[in-house]
Each structure stands twice: as structure tokens, then as C-alpha cells.
T-cell receptor, first 117, second 114 residues
Framework: EAGVAQSPRYKIIEKRQSVAFWCNPISGHATLYWYQQILGQGPKLLIQFQNNGVVDDSQLPKDRFSAERLKGVDSTLKIQPAKLEDSAVYLC???????????????FGQGTRLTVV | AQSVTQLDSHVSVSEGTPVLLRCNYSSSYSPSLFWYVQHPNKGLQLLLKYTSAATLVKGINGFEAEFKKSETSFHLTKPSAHMSDAAEYFCVVSDPYTGNQFYFGTGTSLTVIP
């Protein structure tokens, strides 16, 4: 079974530039998540999609971050303009379950390491 | 609201000795609980999960965890540490009935001394 695919693996940009990350979840997984993992910390949920609708984006800095999941499959996360504190690993995950499913876990991609200089 | 607290940010053990990584959770409902491992420059890998079945859960690589509702704990153990166990470990809580978000603890860094 193919895993969660993310690209690019690494990205270096200057502050105030824009950047986009792409994620292809496991086939058939209804739920897709974007997490931000700052060095030395646990991953923090940015946004959760169920199919192509947003379930939770309460921790997404909407003044600079945006995300979409067109057609309920692939997703992109964009930052514009980037700040130094956005330097982190951005993880995409997918899950088979939707609300009410108990026997489900999240499968994670390798992540995109963003460095803002 | 759901959250997890990992009680130790760093744990150091000698090879061949037991491992104990502690996790307490907070959840309004009956949660699902997970342990993930992250090796340097690698992705997050699921070690084991509790989803309201047996309270003692066995995972990969000899790890296991016990769900104790009275103590709101889900500690991870392994009888004998290997060098390859050195990594970052995350306790994760999810409530499938309120949206299935996965909330991570701050992580425990495990060092294995030869």
C-alpha cells in the first residue's frame, strides 16, 4: 500500500516570500490533516479536512496560511508571506475514519522541512 | 477538550534494561490513544493504539502500553531496550466522536546507552 506522499522534502525561502506544499493521501482515506512541527516540539494540528470540507482550522494562522483539498483527494498548504517563525517541518497525514470510527489511526508522510531565512 | 501530557522530556536507559515512557491524557469522552515513534529525519510511525478493546495493547518491536482509565494514563513500556529504540516518542489522543483530531504530546526523547 502506498503511503502519504509529500513534496518537496526540503525548501529554503526568504522571509516575506511565498511557498506551497503538496500532499497526496492514501487512496480512500476520507480525512486529511496538516501539522506543523517546530524543532523540539510535538506536531500541532493546523487544519483537518473530511473529504473536501474543513472540519477544524482553529489553529491555522489565516492571515498568512491557506489550505485546500480540491476533489477530496490531494491537498496544498500555502504560506504567504512567510515569517522566520514559520521554519518547521510540515507534516501531512491521512486517516480512513470519519467521526464515529474508533478503529483508525493517522498515517503520516515524511514531511517538508521549511527553512525561512 | 483533549490533551496529553508526557511526563518526561528525556529518558535515558542502558541497553537491555526496561523502558518506561509516561503519558497522561485528558478527554471528555472515551478516547482513542496512540504511541508514535519518530527516528531522526524519518516520518512518524505508529507503535500501537488503544481503541476501547483490550486495555493492554501490544505493538511493534516489543512495545506495549496499558490503558488505565482510573489513572487517565497510557504508559509505554518495553522489557529490554535496544540501541535501535533511540528516538522521539509521542503520545497521541483522539476522540472519534468529536471529529477525530489527533492531539500530540510534547514528546519524550529516549536515549539508549550501550
Amino acid at each position: 500500500e502506498a503511503g502519504v506522499a509529500q513534496s518537496p522534502r526540503y525548501k529554503i525561502i526568504e522571509k516575506r516570500q511565498s511557498v506551497a506544499f503538496w500532499c497526496n493521501p492514501i487512496s480512500g482515506h476520507a480525512t486529511l490533516y496538516w501539522y506543523q512541527q517546530i524543532l523540539g516540539q510535538g506536531p500541532k494540528l493546523l487544519i483537518q479536512f473530511q473529504n473536501n470540507g474543513v472540519v477544524d482550522d482553529s489553529q491555522l494562522p489565516k492571515d498568512r496560511f491557506s489550505a485546500e483539498r480540491l476533489k477530496g483527494v490531494d491537498s496544498t498548504l500555502k504560506i504567504q508571506p512567510a515569517k522566520l517563525e514559520d521554519s518547521a517541518v510540515y507534516l501531512c497525514a491521512s486517516s480512513l475514519g470519519v467521526g464515529g470510527w474508533t478503529d483508525t489511526e493517522a498515517f503520516f508522510g515524511q514531511g517538508t522541512r521549511l527553512t525561512v531565512v | 477538550a483533549q490533551s496529553v501530557t508526557q511526563l518526561d522530556s528525556h529518558v535515558s536507559v542502558s541497553e537491555g534494561t526496561p523502558v518506561l515512557l509516561r503519558c497522561n491524557y485528558s478527554s471528555s469522552y472515551s478516547p482513542s490513544l496512540f504511541w508514535y515513534v519518530q527516528h531522526p529525519n524519518k516520518g512518524l510511525q505508529l507503535l500501537l493504539k488503544y481503541t476501547s478493546a483490550a486495555t493492554l495493547v501490544k505493538g511493534i518491536n516489543g512495545f506495549e502500553a496499558e490503558f488505565k482509565k482510573s489513572e487517565t494514563s497510557f504508559h509505554l513500556t518495553k522489557p529490554s531496550a535496544h540501541m535501535s529504540d533511540a528516538a522521539e516518542y509521542f503520545c497521541v489522543v483522539s476522540d472519534p466522536y468529536t471529529g477525530n483530531q489527533f492531539y500530540f504530546g510534547t514528546g519524550t526523547s529516549l536515549t539508549v546507552i550501550p
